[in-house]
């Protein structure tokens, strides 16, 4: 077997031009794969962080059916005991805070907006949210009766920082929830749905109008990694599950299922990137078996000569198999550790993409994007390669068995 070793590692580099560009082909190819799919996953985790920074947190605990009816009445009391409960002592949790909502209709002089008012709290909302930085005019939470305002509703409505706004809509009892608030700031989140549809208040005002008491709707938690979310999630839904509470215990959802959306347009870029990669991956293949196909033409003599001293078909089948394992490896080690690099050079200083501010702008997404290197995508795009490439090698090695010694010997 070690003869058998050594004797492939001799057999490829018997025609090294040829070698050498099979193996540039298959380095080039795990090299694009490594790196393609790193900046693919960097790009998601960009995506995700991006929008569950500014609008859902990675997790939220939420008021049972809150998620689906939007009720001002589906809330949940939270206190500094429930939080303990949940959180303390947690490294995995950067930052949590509670939130409330209701609808509204938003005036101003002549002008009116149906609008989804949040009651946040202003410190807390800074671990877990990038509201406060993305404040374009006036400041962040400055008063208990300021209010900020997307941009674009501002601009819809015609008021600036200074002026007033009257909100008028139904508090959970039932009964009218009304109050005029003075706009204190203007936020640009990139995200125009977020921007014209949302008003902030501080929390402690929005359960007095809302008629609240000391619940709220939602609590989001910020994670230190997406790794984390999922045991996380399951976690305090067992902790939820285990807590006495006098209605429906609250649920604790994950980003996949607050914005379902994102996971979708996620998906589906997956998708298409897998037939791209699949096609490269054909590409190398066929690179691979035009390789071995010519090398056993011309070697036909030189096979003949071996079977007809002894040597099985079987073992010329390994030879060969084995030479195409080298030939794979080689490039395979080549690209995966010059992909590496090349992506962790990009991790380090990103990827400036001209042109897309406006395709990212949809996600929030500004300035440059991240590759993340990972051992997924280190590793599931050369390993196709490999698996690919030897059952390419397969079928001109399977033609050996049916080789005859006599006419390979005299093949010219």
């Given amino acids: 077997m070690n003869n058998d070793i050594s004797l492939a590692w001799r057999n490829i580099w018997r025609n090294p031009r040829r070698t050498v560009l099979t193996v540039s082909a298959i380095a080039f190819a795990a090299l694009l794969l490594v790196f393609m799919l790193s900046f693919q996953f960097g790009t998601y985790e960009t995506m995700i962080n991006t929008s569950v920074s500014l609008r859902t947190g990675h997790l939220q605990v939420q008021a049972a059916g809150y998620l689906e009816d939007r009720e001002v009445r589906l809330a949940f009391a939270w206190d500094d005991a429930m939080e303990e409960a949940l959180f303390k002592g947690d490294p995995r949790i950067e930052a949590v805070a509670p939130r409330a909502n209701g609808f509204a209709l938003v005036t101003s002089g002549s002008r009116t907006y149906g609008c989804m008012v949040t009651g946040v709290d202003p410190e807390r909302e800074k671990g877990v949210s990038t509201l406060a930085a993305i404040i374009r005019k006036g400041r962040y939470f400055s008063g208990e009766d300021r209010a900020l305002v997307g941009e674009t509703l501002a601009r819809n409505l015609k008021v600036g920082v200074g002026d007033e706004l009257t909100l008028l809509g139904q508090g959970r009892d039932g009964s009218v929830a009304a109050s005029v608030v003075t706009v204190g700031g203007i936020f640009g989140s990139g995200l125009d749905e977020y921007d014209r549809n949302v008003v902030l208040l501080p929390l402690s005002l929005f359960q007095d109008v809302f008629s609240m008491g000391r619940e709220v709707h939602e609590v989001a938690i910020r994670a230190r990694s997406l790794s984390d979310v999922r045991p996380l999630k399951s976690e305090l839904s067992d902790k939820l599950a285990s807590m006495p509470f006098d209605g429906p215990a609250p649920v604790a959802l994950d980003w996949m299922d607050l914005v379902p959306g994102l996971l979708q347009s996620i998906q589906m870029d997956l998708v298409s990137g897998i037939i791209m990669y699949l096609i490269l991956i054909i590409v190398v293949a066929f690179s691979i078996l035009n390789t071995f196909v010519m090398a056993i033409f011309e070697r036909t003599r030189e096979f003949g ?89 397969l079928f001109p090695a399977l033609k050996l068995r049916q080789m005859k010694p006599v006419e390979a010997m005299h093949h010219v």
């Avoid at 490039?331 to 042109?355: D, K, Q, R, V």
């Avoid at 500004?366 to 390419?392: D, E, M, N």
């Fill in 305 to 393: 000569v071996m079977m007809a001293i002894g040597t099985t078909p079987g073992r010329l089948m390994r030879l060969v198999l084995t030479e195409s394992f080298f030939m794979t490896a080689t490039g395979l080690a080549l690209g995966i550790a010059f992909g590496a690099a090349l992506t962790l050079w990009f991790e380090s200083h990103g990827i400036l993409i001209p042109g897309g501010d406006e395709l990212m702008k949809a996600y929030g997404i500004t300035g440059r994007l991240y590759p993340k290197l990972s051992l997924l995508s280190a590793t599931i795009g050369p390993s196709a390669v490999l698996v690919i490439t030897l059952f390419s090698a």
